[in-house]
């Protein structure tokens, strides 16, 4: 299994992101997928997941209409599309196979993850 993220990078407060996590070595349609990210100095958190199918979608509440998840099954990738974004948006953003198709917490593998720097 391999996640590789990208698209990351430095941008202003306000402007928009796009991460893409593309995913091999399993069946891509048949795992649930979410994005975390870690700012400096603090915990993991959980900001966004999707179904296998990419029809049930779930936001944490601090990003909850700024942050899009998506998923390409045919590419055998999952984006994640910010907004609006903030300073404490800052830190390394990654993504994560869950374990089946619709399980929302057990995570088996994460990538290296992209850096997003927020800042004026």
């Known amino acids: 299994v391999q996640l590789v993220e990208s698209g990351g990078g430095l941008a202003q407060p306000g402007g928009s992101l796009r991460l893409s996590c593309v995913a091999s070595?399993?069946?891509?349609?048949?795992?649930?997928m979410s994005w975390g990210r870690q700012a400096p100095g603090k915990g993991r958190e959980w900001v966004a997941w999707?179904?296998?199918?990419?029809?049930?979608?779930y936001y944490a509440d601090s990003v909850s209409g700024r942050f899009t998840i998506s998923r390409d099954n045919a590419k055998n990738t999952v984006y994640l599309q910010i907004d609006n974004l903030k300073p404490e948006d800052t830190g390394l953003y990654f993504c994560a196979k869950h374990v089946g198709p619709s399980t929302v917490v057990n995570r088996d593998y994460w990538g290296q993850g992209t850096q997003v720097t927020v800042s004026s």
């Open positions: 999707v179904d296998g199918e990419g029809a049930n979608l």
């Open positions: 070595g399993f069946t891509f349609s048949r795992y649930a």
